[in-house]
């Protein structure tokens, strides 16, 4: 009986060390760069980075990462304006950030290669909401001034759960167990397409067994309710924020999509002279898909037509500058 169990333990651990090796053969696995925050408390990636995002259970998308000396992805390092050119910043999430797409192709290089004399300078990070992105903008408020124009994109459903800006608990999770798990690529594998959900889910499962505590179905009605209640937070949110963190309405825009914001939103963004650029508006009539298959984010096309959108919004060329 020994024995058995003993070739079962070797014949598995042969097993895991050949799918491992697979998994590295075949990339696979994605390469998150690490987190940190900088000395004026900005949460960002740790400079000097470059991996390949991958994306998918079949290795469906693949983009090359390069984070810069700033702590974000793009081609730039320097994002120290000019007084003889044009500066654009890009201020966002995941959508922003550009994982799915190599740096050298990004939203912010598809704009930068259709101007002339233009810089784009792109503040992309996974997991920024609003309260982020104007912590970052008021951080760096010296940086911000000398850009001439600077595009934040938020997203109604996801990015005004707050109205304050705290740390976020994404940099309490990189601690050394995490970076050790991260070597295993099998594991990183796993995790991301969700084969490991199951057991990250146990622990829960059994608390909430324990505790006899239920699962509660909503009824519709209050489904309702309750989306109400949250639009509402997220409009108040919305206006604390922005008292607490003033922009200049002639230099920011608000990159949205409508079909995702409430009429009451958009309706105070309009009546209080917030510029907006609604991604709807070409979204809408568009003729190929314009996320990913099995992502929210943008596809090729996607990000082409968020291009020409902020293109056609500015209207410009570097020439006038």
């Not at 990339?27 to 991996?51: C, I, T, Y």
């Not at 707050?162 to 594991?187: G, H, V, W």
């Not at 958009?266 to 650029?277: A, C, R």
């Amino acid at each position: 009986m020994g024995s058995i169990i003993k070739k079962l333990i070797i014949y598995t651990a042969l097993f895991l060390l050949v799918l491992e090796g697979l998994v590295r053969l075949f990339h696979l696995h994605n390469e998150m760069p690490n987190r940190f925050a900088d000395a004026k408390g900005v949460e960002k990636w740790v400079p000097n980075q470059s991996e390949y995002s991958i994306t998918g259970n079949r290795k469906q998308n693949v983009g090359q990462y390069r984070i810069n000396d700033f702590g974000f992805n793009s081609v730039h390092d320097n994002y120290e304006p000019k007084e003889d050119a044009f500066e654009i910043a890009l201020v966002g999430d995941s959508f922003i950030e550009g994982f799915h797409e190599d740096y050298t192709n990004s939203l912010g290089q598809q704009i930068e290669k259709n101007l002339s004399n233009t810089k784009v300078l792109e503040f992309g990070y996974a997991g920024y909401d609003l309260a982020d992105e104007l912590h970052l903008i008021h951080a760096y408020k010296d940086l911000f001034e000398k850009i001439d124009h600077t595009f934040i994109y938020i997203r109604f459903t996801d990015d005004l759960d707050r109205d304050a800006y705290q740390e976020s608990s994404r940099l309490r999770l990189d601690t050394p167990f995490s970076r050790i798990a991260k070597q295993i690529k099998l594991l990183v594998y796993l995790k991301d397409i969700g084969a490991l959900d199951p057991v990250l889910q146990l622990p829960g499962r059994i608390k909430n067994f324990i505790s006899g505590k239920k699962e509660i179905s909503l009824s519709e009605e209050d489904l309702r309710k309750q989306e109400k209640l949250k639009n509402e937070l997220s409009l108040n949110n919305f206006k604390t924020l922005m008292a607490e963190y003033p922009i200049d309405k002639e230099k920011f825009t608000f990159l949205l999509d409508s079909s995702l914001c409430t009429v009451q939103f958009l309706e105070y963004l309009n009546h209080n002279g917030y510029n907006f650029l609604d991604i709807n508006t070409t979204f809408s009539k568009a003729k190929t898909p314009t996320t990913l298959i099995y992502d929210q984010h943008w596809s090729k096309s996607g990000r082409s037509l968020v291009a020409k959108l902020v293109l056609d919004y500015l209207d410009i060329s570097a020439t006038n500058y």
